[in-house]
Structure formats: C-alpha cells, structure tokens
C-alpha cells in the first residue's frame, strides 16, 4: 500500500502541476534584432500615398466551435474503462513503463461521478483524501515490474475551499471551469512474445 500511495500522491501532483501534455504547444519565436534574421514573410502594407487606397485586409478565418471535440480526442476503446457521457479530454500525458494517463474534466459534481463510476465498474473505490476529496478506483492487478500506476479511475473535486474548478485549457473551452477532473490509467499494451 505505500507504493501505490506514493505512486497516487506523484499522480495527483502531476495533476495539479498539469505535468507535460503530450499535445505540441506552438513555440513563440524570437523577434528579429541584431543577433536573429527577420523571416521573409508577406509585405506589410505601409502608409497610402495621396491619392491611393490601400486594399483592406484579408478577413481572418473563423474560429474553430469550442464544443467541437479534437480529432485525437481517446474514445472508451483506448482508455480501456467508461467515461462519463459528457466529459470533455484535456490532455494526456507520459505515466511512464508504456503506460499513460488521461483527463477528462466534468461538468458533474464529485458525488455524482464517484456514484457513477460505482456503479458501472461496479466497485466502491475508495476515498483518499477529504480535501479536496479524491476517489479511486484500482482496477486490475498492479506489477511494479511493468507499470508506473496501478490501472483505474482517479475523480478530484476541483470546487473545494471555495475554487471556482479546474481551468478549461482549450481556449475560448466552455464550460470555462470543470468542477470535476477524471483520471483514467489504462493498463499498459501486453507485449507480444
């Protein structure tokens, strides 16, 4: 059990830090200056003479719906447990020994997704923290040979001491907060033999 605790508390630090996403954020970069190259790129448009117009600008394209779900978003097949029906996937990220972690964040409230999770893996869980509350859900064997983290379910109120949630990290993302996150460790890929 001190293992598994240990191995939980990394988990929920890593959670909280929001560790590294394996999605590829755009890198800025640097302005050009004496030491970078400017980038050709297109003409900026300078001042009109007298006389002439200058042409409006190309209208930028809309934004892609914030509802709308990425492509890569994992589906029940990948994540090998349910996921609650109107969870949104935040991110996932590298648990280690093959193994990763995904999080969904939840309009539901923390009862109401514990009961949820009860009651379609039909198992109790357990409560390992009061404040914020988490929930787990150890399901399958663990070997420390072969996995970083114990498969199972992992729920965390994020509305606790008065927060307002979990920040949606999807800009414009609605809801703007989610009360709730879900945690989902698959167990990893057997190898073959």
């Known amino acids: 059990m001190p293992r598994i605790g240990r191995r939980l508390g990394i988990a929920l630090i890593l959670l909280a830090l929001g560790g590294e996403p394996s999605v590829t954020a755009q890198v800025p970069q640097p302005f050009p200056g004496r030491n970078t190259p400017a980038k050709p790129g297109p003409a900026q448009p300078g001042p009109a003479a007298p006389g002439q117009t ?9 934004p892609a719906a914030a509802s709308a779900a990425p492509e890569n978003t994992p589906n029940e097949a990948v994540v090998g447990f349910p996921i609650y029906p109107s969870a949104q996937f935040i991110a996932s990220y590298d648990a280690g020994q093959g193994q990763r972690y995904y999080l969904y964040g939840s309009e539901a409230k923390f009862p109401e997704l514990v009961k949820y999770y009860q009651t379609v893996l039909k198992v109790r869980g357990t409560l390992v923290f009061d404040a914020p509350a988490t929930h787990v859900f150890e399901i399958g064997r663990f070997r420390e040979e072969t996995m970083a983290f114990p498969p199972g379910v992992t729920i965390k109120d994020y509305t606790w001491n008065g927060s307002a949630g979990y ?27």
């Open 167 to 193: 920040l949606n990290p999807h800009r414009n993302g609605t809801p703007a907060r989610f009360p709730s996150v879900i945690q989902i460790v698959p167990a990893p890929a057997v190898p073959l033999r």
């Open 54 to 62: 200058v042409p409006p600008s190309p209208a930028p394209a809309p």
